[in-house]
């Protein structure tokens, strides 16, 4: 069982931390009441698809031994605006490979891999939210 621990810090900053002991600040806007001091909590999953999906291609890439010397994400969320909730209606994540001779059906396949088995924060998004996937696969500098 995973726990975290919250504590309100100001305003609308929240301070969290795992059993680790890592940390995350968040904080709504100015013009919400708060400082811009941290994330806003909807980002945050933003931040988990990203990292769990990247762990999940960055891993399958490697098994397939693919040489990957760089590797980025770009993930944009699109929030309803129509109804609360304010949840995403849409994200389009974009995977960025760089490497030698990196096949690009391979980083295909570890896209759909992580979508489709193994990302849990993927797992838990429900039909409401469309989420679009795109890549480009770039050589590295020899």
Known sequence: ????????NSKRRFVAWDEEGHGVVM???????????????????????????GMDVISILEKKRQVVTDFDMVVTGTQRTDEYPKIYSRIDVEYVVTGIDVKPEAVARAIELSEEKYCSVKGMFGPQVEVVTSYRVLEAER
């Open 27 to 53: 904080d709504s806007p100015a013009g919400y009441n708060g400082d811009g001091s941290g994330v806003r909590p909807v980002e945050l999953v933003l931040y988990a698809l990203a990292g769990c999906t």
């Open 1 to 8: 069982m995973d726990t975290v621990r919250v504590k309100w």
